[in-house]
C-alpha cells in the first residue's frame, strides 16, 4: 500500500514537469528501438541463416591460384570421391551476371536435377538448352512471368533468349531472390567456360563428425584448394551479424552518447529545488527509504515504460513492418534486396539484457545522486 | 508530572573541525511540559531555528541529550527518530516550505504517504485540516498561486494533518501584517486548547506579549538568557 | 491514486503485449520449423545453396562465405570500400579450419 502511495507520488512529481518527462521518454524510447531493432534483425537473420542453410553442402571445394579464386578441374571430383568418408563430390557451376538493363546483379546458378518440381517453385526448374527459373526479385526487376522470354547477354557479347519455367515462390526470398538456374551445360555456354572446369566441388560426408578430417585429407590430397566446411559457413554468418550490429550499433553510438551525457547531466546534479524537496518531504516525516522508494519509482517508471514502449515497437519494425529504419541501412546499393521479414526468432536472454542493460542504470543513476540528500538530516538539507 | 521534551546540556556544532565552524547551540537545558505553550526569543542569530530543529528531531545534537515522551531520540537510529518527527510533531517553517508545483490538498497530504493509510482515509484527512485553517474551497489550487497568508495556513494544515502532539512554528509571524498576526495567534490559542503544546521561536514582541503564552525563554547567542512564565 | 492506477494497468498492458509477442514469436518460429522450413531446405539441397541473397550488389557480400580473402580488398587492404554493404559485412572470408604443414623438398611426408 505504502509503496504504491509514493508511485501516486512519483507519478504526480514526473508529471509537474510534463515537458521534460515527455522528451526523456521519447528520447529513451526511440534509443530501446535502435538498439532493439538491431538486437532482434541481427539475432533473427543469424538464426534463419544457420536454420535454412543447415541443408546445404557439408564441404565446398574451391581452387584458389595466387590468392584468387580459380576454376576447378572437373577431375578434380574424382580425386575428392576417392577420400574414405566422402560419400559424393559434386562440381558446380555457378557465378554472376550484371545486367546493364536494371544494374542487378545476378547469381547464375547451374543445377541438374533429377526431380523437375520443388515446393518453393513456381512452376518446373529448367531441363534443356534455353530454359532458366529466376528468382522473385529477377522476375519482378525484369517484370517477366513463367513462360515468358528473358534475354540476357551472354560471354560472347551475344543476346540469348530463356525461357522462364518457373519462379521461385516469395517465401524462400531470402534464398533466391537474384538467382537465375539453369542446366549446367547450357549456363557453361552461356559463361564460355570449358567443359572440364567447373565452379568449385560440393562435398557431402558420409559421418558428420568426419568433416573437418575430410576436409584436411582433401587439403592435402589438393594443396591448391580450399575447404570450406559447413560448419565454417554458418561461423561466417554468426561473424557477419555479429558485426553489421556492431557497426549499426556504432552508427547509433553518438545518440546512445548524448543520452547518457543526459543521463549523467542528471544523475551527477541533483537540482537545488529537488535537494530541497528532499529535504521538506524529510520533515515532514517521510524516512530516508521512502525518499529512496520515491526516486527509485521516479526512474522505473519512466524507463520500464520506456522499455516496453521501445520493445513492442522495435518487434513491430524488424518482423511486421520490414525493418524500414535499418532497411536503408542494410540495403546499401543493392539492387535486388530481399524485403526484411524475418522468421521472429527471439532470443529471451537478449530481451532480458537488454532490459536490464537500459533500465538498471536509469533507476541507479536516479537514486544515487538522491542518496546524500536523503541521509543527511532535513534542516542541513534545508538550509543549503 | 514527567515534561514532555527535556534537554539536557544540548549543544550543536555546525562545520565541526573546520574553521568556519558555529556553536549555535551552546549548552541548553530546557523542560517543555504537555499542554504547554512556550515562546523562544531572542535577536536573529541567536540560535532560536537550530535549537527548534533540535526540539522537533530535525537534527541530532552533537553533543546532550533530548528525550521526548521519556525517550531519549538523541541516539536513536534515523528511521525511529523519523518516526518520532512525524507522529509527535507538526512543523510550520518560517519559509514555509511547501512544494510550489503541488495542489494545496497534495501538500496537506505528504505526511500522510508513509502512514498505513488509505487514499481515502489521506483524502479525508486533508480534507478536515484544510477545514481547519478555512481553505477547504482551495483545496485544488496550487500552492504557488496563493498568497503569503494563505501559504501559511496551508504549511499549518499539513503541520496539524498527522494529529501531532507539538506544534513548532519557526517565527509564524514574520512575513504577516498586524491583523493577520493576531488572526494566527487566536489560531494558536483555539489549538493549545485543543490540548496541543505550542513551541514559537519568534522575535516579535507581539507574541511573547501574547496571553496564549505560558512561558518565554530568552536566548542570546546560543545560550539561555532567562526563562520566565508570563 | 489514479495516476497510479493508470499507470500500472498501462505498465501491465505492455507487459501482456511483450509476453505475447514473445509468445507469438516463439510460436510462429516453431510453425516455420515445422511447416515452412523443409521446404526452404528441399531447395537449398536441391540447389546446394551456400548464401544468403541478401547483398547482392558484389561477390564477397553476396557469397560471404564463399569469397576468397582478397575480394573485399579490390586494389589494396586499406582501400576504402566500395560498397556501403562491405563496410558493415565483416571482411572475413572463411578461416579454413584446415592447417598447412610446411616440409622441406625431400623430406619424408605422412
Known amino acids: 500500500m505504502r509503496r504504491f502511495k509514493i508511485l501516486e507520488y512519483a507519478l504526480a512529481s514526473l508529471l509537474r514537469r510534463p515537458v521534460k518527462t515527455a522528451a526523456i521518454l521519447v528520447v529513451y524510447t526511440l534509443m530501446i528501438v535502435v538498439l532493439a531493432t538491431v538486437l532482434l534483425l541481427t539475432h533473427a537473420l543469424k538464426t534463419e541463416a544457420v536454420n535454412l542453410l543447415a541443408d546445404g553442402p557439408e564441404l565446398v571445394v574451391q581452387r584458389t591460384m595466387a590468392g584468387r579464386h580459380e576454376l576447378v578441374p572437373v577431375a578434380a571430383a574424382q580425386t575428392v570421391a576417392a577420400i574414405p568418408g566422402v560419400s559424393a563430390a559434386t562440381p558446380r557451376v555457378w557465378g554472376y551476371y550484371y545486367d546493364s538493363l536494371t544494374g542487378a546483379n545476378y547469381t547464375l546458378l547451374g543445377v541438374d536435377a533429377a526431380e523437375p518440381s520443388l515446393e518453393l517453385l513456381a512452376g518446373r526448374l529448367p531441363q534443356g538448352d534455353g530454359e532458366c527459373a529466376i528468382g522473385a526479385g529477377v522476375a519482378a526487376v525484369r517484370k517477366v512471368a513463367v513462360n515468358d522470354d528473358l534475354i540476357l547477354i551472354d560471354a560472347n557479347n551475344i543476346g540469348a533468349i530463356f525461357t522462364v519455367t518457373g519462379i521461385f515462390r516469395a517465401e524462400s526470398r531470402l534464398l533466391t ?50 575447404p570450406i566446411t559447413r560448419k565454417e559457413l554458418l561461423r561466417t554468418y554468426h561473424a557477419v551479424f555479429d558485426w553489421r550490429g556492431g557497426m549499426l550499433l556504432a552508427l547509433f553510438a553518438s545518440a546512445l552518447l548524448a543520452f547518457c551525457i543526459m543521463a549523467w547531466d542528471k544523475a551527477t546534479g541533483l537540482s537545488a529545488g529537488e535537494r530541497r524537496e528532499i529535504g521538506i518531504l524529510k520533515a515532514v516525516g517521510w524516512d530516508t527509504a521512502d525518499v529512496l522508494l520515491l526516486k527509485a519509482w521516479e526512474g522505473l517508471a519512466v524507463s520500464l515504460l520506456a522499455f516496453l514502449l521501445g520493445f513492442a515497437l522495435a518487434f513491430g519494425l524488424v518482423f511486421w513492418w520490414g525493418a524500414p529504419l535499418l532497411g536503408v541501412v542494410l540495403r546499401g546499393w543493392s539492387v535486388l534486396f530481399p524485403e526484411l521479414r524475418p522468421t521472429p526468432y527471439v532470443d529471451l536472454y537478449q530481451v532480458a539484457t537488454l532490459a536490464f542493460l537500459t533500465i538498471v542504470p536509469y533507476v541507479a543513476s536516479t537514486v544515487i545522486p538522491a542518496w546524500r540528500a536523503a541521509t543527511t538530516d532535513p534542516d542541513e538539507v534545508m538550509r543549503q | 508530572m514527567t515534561p514532555l521534551i527535556c534537554l539536557d546540556d544540548v549543544r550543536k556544532t555546525y562545520h565541526p573541525r573546520r574553521p568556519d565552524a558555529v556553536e549555535a547551540v551552546a549548552g541548553i537545558s530546557l523542560r517543555i511540559n504537555a499542554g ?34 521519556g525517550e531519549e531520540v538523541s541516539r536513536l537510529p534515523e528511521r525511529f527518530l523519523t518516526l518520532v518527527r512525524r507522529r509527535t510533531f507538526g512543523f510550520v517553517f518560517q519559509q514555509y516550505h511547501l512544494i510550489p508545483e503541488l495542489s494545496v490538498r497534495d501538500n496537506v497530504m505528504l505526511p500522510l504517504y508513509p502512514e498505513a493509510l488509505g487514499a481515502g482515509e489521506m483524502a479525508r484527512r486533508a480534507a478536515a485540516a484544510l477545514d481547519e485553517v478555512e481553505l477547504a474551497q482551495m483545496a485544488t489550487r496550487r500552492v504557488a498561486h496563493l498568497s503569503g497568508g494563505e501559504q501559511q495556513r496551508v504549511a499549518i494544515a499539513r503541520a496539524m494533518v498527522n494529529r501531532p502532539r507539538v506544534l513548532i512554528a519557526d517565527e509564524p509571524t514574520a512575513h504577516l501584517d498586524s491583523r493577520l498576526s493576531v488572526e494566527l495567534l487566536d489560531r494558536f490559542a483555539a489549538l493549545k486548547r485543543a490540548g496541543l503544546t505550542l513551541v514559537v521561536a519568534t522575535h516579535d514582541p507581539l507574541v511573547c506579549a501574547h496571553p496564549l503564552i505560558d512561558r518565554t525563554v530568552r536566548l542570546r547567542d546560543g545560550r539561555l538568557d532567562g526563562d520566565a512564565a508570563t | ?34 511447416d515452412a522450413l523443409p521446404a526452404q531446405r528441399q531447395l537449398v539441397a536441391v540447389l546446394s545453396l551456400t548464401d544468403l541473397a541478401l547483398w547482392s550488389e558484389a561477390r564477397y557480400t553476396r557469397h560471404p562465405s564463399m569469397t576468397d580473402l582478397f575480394s573485399p580488398f579490390q586494389d589494396h587492404p586499406g582501400a576504402p570500400e566500395h560498397f556501403p554493404a562491405g563496410a558493415l559485412l565483416a571482411p572475413t572470408g572463411p578461416r579454413p579450419a584446415t592447417t598447412l604443414e610446411v616440409r622441406r623438398h625431400g623430406e619424408g611426408g605422412r
Not at chain 2, 526569543?41 to 530535525?58: D, E, F, V, W
Not at chain 3, 507487459?15 to 507469438?24: E, H, K, M, R
Request: glycine share 8%.
Open chain 2, 36 to 69: 504547554e505553550a512556550v515562546a523562544l526569543c531572542g535577536p536573529s542569530g541567536s540560535g532560536k531555528t537550530s535549537l527548534l530543529t533540535l526540539i522537533g528531531c530535525m537534527a541530532r545534537p552533537t553533543s546532550g541529550r533530548v528525550t521526548v515522551a
Open chain 1, 177 to 226: 531472390e537474384d538467382l537465375l538456374v539453369m542446366p549446367m551445360a547450357p549456363l557453361r555456354r552461356f559463361f564460355g567456360m570449358p567443359a572440364e572446369l567447373a565452379t568449385d566441388l560440393a562435398v557431402s560426408v558420409r559421418n558428420p563428425s568426419e568433416v573437418d578430417t575430410v576436409a584436411n585429407k582433401v587439403k592435402r590430397a589438393l594443396p591448391d584448394s580450399r
Open chain 3, 1 to 34: 491514486m489514479i495516476r497510479c492506477r493508470v499507470y500500472l494497468a498501462v505498465t501491465a498492458l505492455l507487459a501482456a503485449t511483450l509476453v505475447g509477442l514473445l509468445g507469438w514469436a516463439r510460436q510462429s518460429a516453431a510453425d516455420f520449423g515445422r
